[in-house]
């Protein structure tokens, strides 16, 4: 990698790693007070409308912010076509989803969800109109800006939603902590930018980026719609508090894995796409991208698996007892999320939306097999059913990348698997020294201590690359 493009990558993952955990933290403590004054069945409300929301913010983009970072000759028109279209969506799915709602609320039957879903559907307005925003951003490898907007949206939407937690109002209070997050944030965004939409539309813009856009729109549709149906059958099958639960245990092991994923995918994108024309350097770069990113996920995942039982009881407190349960199991489910986003980022870069369709419909179509099989057998055992589904999909993803740059499943399993024995190894270590600790705050602190001491000792005497990757980077910024 040169210098130039070491140092835009290096920029860009202090900023975005700033920006993530940065927010996420703020919003992780704020979770963890709201989580006390509210019920499971508070947050399985939200969570039964949670594919609706999902869905149309994979509608609203349309693919159309990845066309834009990825097009070398970009113009003024290309962006306030992707302005105005996006309004025009986001006004045609509140409409939608405002008729929906009576419907939505008796297929759970729970009447309260319809003034819920007709509020809380206001946000897919407000977050349509700062798409041009962020991909202008992300263009520029700026995620500086993107920072100080998020992290002040989520205090100041944070204080509001435990005001009202603590005042009594339940999932309102989410509701409105949510649609204030979005509202601040949009703001903040126009408010930094430059960028204005011209008063114009070009179908031959519209038509140039729904090309490459339109397949990512189909695959984006396709994962939303299968990682909301857990909450869907659970909510439906099961209760609202069951549902409470599992998205509960869900987001905690979203916390790392998500987070990593979004960064280092943010990062990588533009600077792939910088090169997308030089293969054996494209290969180089790529390969270093998923090593760095599986040495950092990996332990994290597997050392949140290894405590979550003192770890869920001390943070959000005993009326939690069934995440702590279904958290061990999803974490090891979503530490592979990370390597899926990067391959299937590749396909982006090399502009093969079709091959990434083709990968969404062969994954989606099994793991819908999967849910099929597991659901009759309980919570548990669906989960247990999504560390399948995520293997199976790893070998599925890794196809293409073998054929276009040649770096196919065992190529990248031989890359991980040094990282991969490691963080498996911290985890043994873990569990068997709780084994012998009674105090849950012990158990927490000395294996947290335990297995990052573990980790990072057995890399710098292994002498693991991507330790001394890391501190480079550090170092740099």
């Keep these: 990698m040169s210098d130039s493009l070491k140092s835009k990558a290096a920029k860009g993952i202090l900023w975005s790693s700033f920006e993530?955990?940065?927010?996420?933290?703020?919003?992780?403590?704020?979770?963890?007070?709201?989580?006390?004054?509210?019920?499971?069945?508070?947050?399985?409300?939200?969570?039964?409308?949670?594919?609706?929301?999902?869905?149309?913010?994979?509608?609203?983009?349309?693919?159309?912010?990845?066309?834009?970072?990825?097009?070398?000759?970009?113009t003024e028109i290309d962006n306030s076509t992707v302005f105005y279209f996006n309004i025009a969506v986001s006004l045609s799915l509140y409409i939608l989803f405002f008729i929906l709602a009576p419907y939505v609320s008796d297929f759970y039957n729970i009447p309260e969800l319809t003034s819920i879903m007709r509020v809380i559907s206001l946000g897919v307005v407000i977050n349509s109109l700062a798409v041009v925003q962020r991909a202008q951003y992300t263009i520029n490898i700026d995620f500086k800006t993107q920072a100080k907007a998020s992290f002040t949206a989520a205090i100041f939407s944070g204080c509001v939603g435990m005001a009202l937690a603590y005042a009594g109002f339940g999932a309102w209070a989410l509701v409105?902590?949510?649609?204030?997050?979005?509202?601040?944030?949009?703001?903040?965004?126009?408010?930094?930018?430059?960028?204005?939409?011209?008063?114009?539309?070009?179908?031959?813009?519209?038509h140039e980026l729904?090309?490459?856009?339109?397949?990512?729109?189909?695959?984006?549709?396709?994962?939303?719609?299968?990682?909301?149906?857990?909450?869907?059958?659970?909510?439906k099958l099961f209760s609202a508090s069951s549902l409470g639960?599992?998205?509960?245990?869900?987001?905690?092991?979203?916390?790392?894995?998500?987070?990593?994923?979004?960064?280092?995918?943010?990062?990588?994108y533009p600077v792939l796409c910088s090169i997308q024309n030089d293969d054996e350097r494209l290969s180089n770069i790529y390969r270093r991208f998923l090593k760095l990113s599986a040495f950092v996920i990996f332990p994290m995942m597997t050392g949140l698996s290894a405590v979550s039982k003192p770890f869920i009881s001390i943070t959000i407190g005993s009326q939690w007892e069934i995440c702590a349960v279904l958290l061990p199991i999803i974490c090891f489910s979503m530490m592979w999320y990370p390597i899926h986003s990067i391959n299937l980022n590749l396909l982006q870069v090399k502009g093969r939306s079709d091959l990434f369709l083709r990968l969404e419909i062969i994954k989606k179509l099994l793991g819908v097999l999967v849910i099929c099989i597991t659901a009759p057998w309980g919570l548990v055992v669906m989960c247990y059913g999504s560390i399948v589904s995520s293997l199976i999909a790893l070998v599925i993803n890794t196809y293409y990348t073998g054929k276009l740059i040649h770096i196919g499943f065992f190529k990248q399993m031989r890359d991980l698997m040094p990282t991969l024995l490691l963080a498996f190894a911290m985890f043994i270590l873990i569990r068997i020294i709780n084994v012998y600790i009674?105090?849950?705050?012990?158990?927490?602190?000395?294996?947290?201590?335990?297995?990052?001491?573990?980790?990072?000792?057995c890399s710098f005497l292994f002498r693991f690359k991507e330790l001394e990757e890391l501190i480079s980077l550090v170092r740099k910024k």
Aim: with cysteine.
């Design 438 to 457: 009674d105090s849950l705050y012990l158990q927490l602190a000395i294996g947290i201590v335990s297995g990052i001491g573990f980790y990072l000792g």
């Design 176 to 206: 409105v902590q949510q649609l204030l997050n979005l509202s601040i944030n949009t703001v903040m965004l126009w408010y930094y930018s430059r960028w204005r939409p011209l008063l114009c539309y070009s179908w031959q813009s519209f």
């Design 245 to 268: 639960h599992y998205t509960r245990a869900h987001q905690f092991s979203e916390f790392p894995s998500s987070n990593i994923t979004g960064i280092i995918k943010r990062v990588t």
């Design 210 to 235: 729904f090309a490459f856009g339109s397949k990512l729109l189909l695959s984006g549709l396709l994962d939303t719609i299968y990682r909301n149906i857990y909450p869907i059958v659970i909510g």
């Design 20 to 74: 993530r955990f940065s927010v996420q933290g703020v919003q992780f403590f704020i979770m963890i007070i709201m989580a006390r004054l509210l019920t499971p069945e508070d947050y399985g409300l939200i969570g039964m409308l949670t594919i609706f929301l999902a869905v149309a913010q994979s509608l609203i983009d349309s693919g159309f912010s990845q066309a834009l970072i990825r097009k070398q000759d970009r």
